[in-house]
């Protein structure tokens, strides 16, 4: 294959799909080469005996700025979640609803509020003013240790599968803003639903199982020793495979476990999210088939939960652990999938998103772990050509 196209895009997950939609509606021709066989990078999905399984928990935030610029999203048939998260007490879990969405839960949500609340520690707001880059850590600290203990810990380590909480304060106070502003939800045919639609409206231009193995400017090699001359290249690979084409060294990112487990009975009251503690390896379960009854087939004898977890911890650990966090007979609990996603959130690494003559880059690790932060690099990378090539921007507000 000898193609030339304006921009060639290498890898197809969120970061590079992002930029190719901006591309197209700006008439720039490209080409993206995935060395999968399919869009969405770390989005992915599979389907096994009638279950929709994503590749660990994910959900979409229906508040990310950057989702609701485009409008192939609009069309995603979408289930959300209810407004509040369950919180782990022994025995049962304790639901703290958000009363701005479900009326009649204030009274509730207040009492619950009453027993997370203490006086917090001043000293801690001292410390985070005089901090530069705060940390989540710090950003958590500033919290009565209660609430820390029972919300902001739990979900962070969950949202981030960092225990330590190192990332930027930033990030957590962008989430917290998405979740109290919008809803949560479960694309009907799972995560991968959402790069999906996006890639059809790419398609003829994305060619799958076409790995690049070397970039120089102006020049991409594939894996099957074709050349591929591009005016820009935009490499919107994961930080591993950033490194092995580039021959850099860049920092490990992190790895998250999860489990997929069917019940025979309903776990969970409302479809919210539920809270491990701190203690506990399991981070957060989810409940799959009461979230999108699609995941289960609209079987009602089936209830899929997933949970996210610490990805070092053997499975029987998991499979304990996780009994006791959803306070359910071990054997009423079928476990479908134990498995540990690796490469699946950056580290806060934030690396120059321009490396050469008319080579970008792309990715989530270079603004926020996130689908968020994948699409906004992606945007970005796109705009860097089309101001170049000074063709009007539609649809686009061009920072900086
Ligand atoms: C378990 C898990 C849960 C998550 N939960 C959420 C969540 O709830 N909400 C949220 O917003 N985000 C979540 N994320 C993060 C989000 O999925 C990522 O931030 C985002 O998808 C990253 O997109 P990307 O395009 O930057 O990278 P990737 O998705 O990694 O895409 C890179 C692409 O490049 C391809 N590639 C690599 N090397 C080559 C090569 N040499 N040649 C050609 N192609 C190549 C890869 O195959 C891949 O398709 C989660 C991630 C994981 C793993």
Redesign the pocket.
Known sequence: MTESPTVAI?????????AAHYLAINHIDFEI????D???????TKHVDGLTL????????ED?PELRRLTAVSELPLNRLYPGVYLHDTGNPLLLSDPRRIPGTKRQALRTLATLLRIPDWRSAGRYLNKTQPTIKDLGALLPQPLHDAVFGPLFRG?T?DPDLTGPADFARFVLKRLLNGY?SLPTGG?AQL?AIIADGLSGHIHYL????SVASGQLT??DGSNVQADWII????P???G??LDLNLPPMRS?G?VHALSRRRLFGVPAVLLAPLGSPIYTVAPMSDIAASYVNHDPERHLITA?CDPTVSPGELRAALTAAVNCEPENLEFIELGV?K????RNSRTVSEIGQHVLL?????V????????E??RKAAERVIRTMKRPAKELTIDG
């Open positions: 290498v890898g197809a997950g969120m970061a590079g799909l992002a080469y995935e060395a999968s399919k869009p969405g990078g770390r989005v992915a994503d590749q660990g928990f994910q959900i979409v935030l990310y949202i599968a949560a995560m790069p076409h790995r690049a193995v594939l894996e490499l919107a690979v994961e591993p495979a950033l092995s084409l998250v999860y996210s996603v490469n699946a959130l950056p792309a990715g989530d690790y270079l926020s772990p996130s689908m968020n932060g994948a699409i690099s992606g």
